[in-house]
């Protein structure tokens, strides 16, 4: 299907320089297009690097639609790293994940044999097959149920977005990086035509690419859009250890750990988020994801937390992902989702090509901006 404009990008500003916004401006550069990256702070520095930064669907089964995009954005990821290189930030280890109780382990294997239905990497085994062939650090009973996704990984997202950005700027991207954008011009028609940035510059463009995370309603009202999102805030824990005792990502009751770099752990726990708007604070938060990893990982014992950060994921009201063009504004489009990182590298490219072509994939059908119009 084609949008009925023919409207060139011209000069396109992508706003916000997280992995979803590094994923577009890669996509548009590498196809020779004017590209100028802009972020209030530095590129991956902020959701972004604060990210559990799991590659994956199989927590992704609420709708086909979605799950199907999650699913190519785990293939896009790998043919990214086929693209740019691995190194430093692609590990595709896997993902363990067990239950604590017959009513969680139930719902856990159901949803695994969903998955294989489905077609995805699925393998249940024991906790002492798990210990002996994968994780020997785990303290998961012998006899549990372990449901393994092979296929998953997980990404260092910094470090992702640092080399997508150093191909884009070699490519012949610009980049104004320390600045906020503070208004949008439009021409007569409603159409982008420039955005004014807070160090009082002006810069001419044809279109801009809204991929400002937790601001992206804010950057929305500038051209006099809603796009309501929602508040879900987030804390991620790293800890620094001697050794890193764990080589997947694990998805434990109550905990999620994960490997970060040679000698670090990132944890992060939906259930301890829950105690933010109750009050705690990040010390706090830190000690409970540290005690609720010590008991998966006995070895974390003597690890020492180094750092906790607490950011407001970027979803919109549905909880989908909201990209593409929004008609009433020609040369604006969002790229705003959760699963970021899952899905960077498949949006960057389908939003890259739309903005190129004007074509509209039906990947993304479900998940247009025109379902916030009001």
């Known amino acids: 299907m084609r949008i009925g404009s023919t409207r060139q990008p011209g000069r396109v500003a992508v706003i916000g320089v997280g992995v979803l916004g590094a994923c577009v401006g890669w996509n548009l550069s590498r196809h020779g297009v004017s590209v100028v990256l802009l972020d209030a702070g530095r590129p991956g520095e902020a959701v972004t690097d604060w990210s559990f930064s799991w590659v994956n669907a199989s927590n992704k089964t609420v709708r086909r639609s979605y799950f199907d995009l999650n699913i190519a954005g785990m293939a896009v990821h790998r043919e990214l790293a086929e693209a740019i290189g691995p190194d430093s930030w692609w590990y595709p280890s896997g993902n363990l994940r067990w239950a604590d109780d017959p009513a969680a382990e139930a719902k856990l294997l159901e949803t695994a044999g969903l998955l294989a239905d489905w077609g995805y990497g699925v393998e249940v085994s024991t906790g002492a097959e798990v210990r002996r062939r994968l994780e020997p650090g785990l303290a998961v009973t012998a006899g549990a149920q ?25 490519a012949g991207a610009e980049y104004r990086f320390g600045t906020e954008v503070q208004d949008i011009g439009t021409d007569a028609d409603g159409g982008v035509r420039s955005v004014g940035l807070s160090d009082g510059s002006r810069l001419d463009v044809g279109s801009v690419v809204n991929a400002a995370g937790p601001d992206a309603s804010h950057v929305a009202g500038l051209v006099d859009r809603q796009l309501p999102m929602r508040r879900e805030p987030g804390a991620v824990t790293r800890i620094d250890c001697a050794r890193v005792p764990v080589q997947r990502i694990v998805h434990a009751p109550n905990i999620a750990i994960r490997p970060d770099a040679d000698a ?25 994801l540290h005690e609720s990893a010590q008991r998966v990982v006995p070895e974390l014992s003597d690890a ?5 950060r607490i950011v407001n994921r970027p979803i919109p009201a549905d909880g989908f992902p909201s990209v593409g063009a929004v008609p ?47």
């Open 146 to 170: 372990v449901v393994f996704y092979p296929d998953e990984a997980w990404v260092h997202g910094r470090h992702l977005v640092d080399r997508l950005v150093g191909q884009a700027v070699a």
């Open 328 to 374: 009433s504004v020609p040369g604006y489009y969002e790229a705003v989702s959760h699963s970021g990182i899952t899905l960077g590298p498949v949006l960057g490219r389908l939003l890259a090509s739309e903005i190129l072509s004007g074509n509209r994939d039906e990947a993304l059908a479900d998940f247009r901006p025109e379902r916030f119009a009001v």
């Open 304 to 308: 020492r937390i180094a750092q906790t």
């Open 264 to 288: 670090s752990i990132v944890l992060h726990s939906v259930e301890i988020d829950a105690l933010i708007d109750k009050g705690e604070g990040p010390a706090g938060l830190a000690r409970l």
